[in-house]
């Protein structure tokens, strides 16, 4: 075979394309051996935490206490109604609840012992008269029996027969009356025991109910004026001051914007390929582009759902990539990391690591 020269210049060219091709090599086998080493990075925004705070109750608005910037503590008085229409409701219902209450211990109580005693009275008197009219049922019949009673008594029998419209004889007309006088005093002696007894326990048990509304109803009043007085529901800054002194608000119509300051949540997304490097609980650095400091943070939430990458996260990755959306709690925070902001996330070598290790 004939010797094959190459050329000085094709020398060097073949020495520099191996030199690329083992330089390659090597480059893509480090990256796949020391992936699983590497830090993860992932990026996000600071979350936005927003309450509108509202009155529950319509009215006029009497004060405003903050101006948009304005720190604000929980439970700080933030804004009030007028209070005069609900104080006036209030005490209509605490006039409810005494009257009520009057009645239930009036049922319980029973009669007073004047009513007590009137009723005795309406029965002796009931007793009186049906003695009388037993005594006269006697006597006419004895008389009828007898024949003794006189054609002029007789006429007068039947004349208060007529009158009364009765078509019955005397000793008729005096049965039915000393029946009448019976009745009465049935009638009076059972109002006699009601009265000694007192009301029935239904009557009692009405009693309670009423007294039962009419505290319920108290309870809503006073709510209704608790709420009067708009409280701060957590450390924030005041973003916007929608009414002002005197304006009319409806329930529920919205008179602050609250920006809660603590806790600091960060909203990030990892990718499918990433997210056996990551678990909850895991410790983050979080880093903004205005400021060198260095946040620490904790991932708290990491969601069971795929979604597609958001137009707000920048990554490097395609936008069709599947990502997962996380929270971080972010534990130093401070007012240089406002919510909004763009941040970078950086999960430690050894943890994302250890996270691989735990999937498998």
């Keep these: ?6 050329s000085g210049t094709t020398k060097r060219i073949l020495i520099i394309a191996a030199v690329i091709v083992i330089i390659g090599a090597g480059w893509l086998w480090m990256q796949r051996g020391s992936r699983d080493g590497d830090a993860l ?3 996000g925004n600071v979350d936005i935490r927003e309450v509108q705070l509202a009155f529950r109750q319509s009215g006029r608005v009497a004060q405003m206490l903050f101006d948009e910037g304005d720190h604000v503590e929980p439970g700080a008085h ?14 209509a219902a605490d006039a409810a609840v005494a009257v009520a209450q009057a009645d239930l211990d009036k049922l319980r109580r029973g009669l007073r012992p004047q009513e007590i005693a009137q009723a005795q009275e309406a029965l002796n008197q009931a007793l009186a008269v049906a003695r009388d009219t037993e005594r006269n049922f006697d006597r006419q019949s004895q008389l009828l029996a007898s024949g003794a009673a006189s054609q002029k008594t007789v006429d007068a029998a039947r004349t208060a027969r007529d009158q009364a419209a009765a078509s019955q004889k005397t000793v008729d007309a005096a049965r039915t009356a000393r029946d009448q006088a019976a009745a009465s005093v049935k009638a009076a002696r059972a109002a006699h025991s ?3 007894e007192g009301f029935r326990k ?10 039962a509304a009419a505290q319920a109803a108290r309870a809503q009043a006073a ?3 608790a709420d009067t007085v708009l409280l701060a529901p957590g450390t924030g800054t005041i973003i916007a001051r929608v009414r002002e002194p005197g304006s009319m608000v409806v329930s529920q119509s919205p008179v602050y914007s609250l920006s809660l300051d603590a806790p600091v949540y960060v909203r990030a997304y990892v990718g499918e390929p990433d997210l056996g490097r990551i678990a909850p609980g895991m410790r983050v650095r979080v880093r903004s582009d205005s400021s060198d400091k260095t946040y620490q943070g904790q991932i708290g939430f990491i969601s069971p759902r795929a979604e597609f990458t958001p137009k707000t996260v920048e ?19 401070d007012a240089a990391l406002r919510q909004g902001m763009p941040v970078t996330i950086e999960v430690e070598a ?3 690591t250890g996270a691989r290790a735990k999937g498998r």
Excluded: H, S, W
């Design 223 to 225: 709510t209704a004026l």
């Design 78 to 91: 933030m804004a009030t109604l007028d209070a005069q229409p609900f104080e006036e409701a209030l005490a």
């Design 202 to 211: 239904e009557d009692i048990a009405a009693g309670q109910a009423r007294l």
């Design 350 to 352: 050894g943890q994302a």
């Design 41 to 43: 990075n992932l990026y």
């Design 194 to 196: 009601q009265a000694t």
């Design 315 to 333: 990554t490097t990755d395609l936008r069709t990539d599947l990502v997962y959306r996380l929270r971080i709690v972010v534990t130093n925070a």
């Design 1 to 6: 075979m004939k010797n094959i020269r190459l």
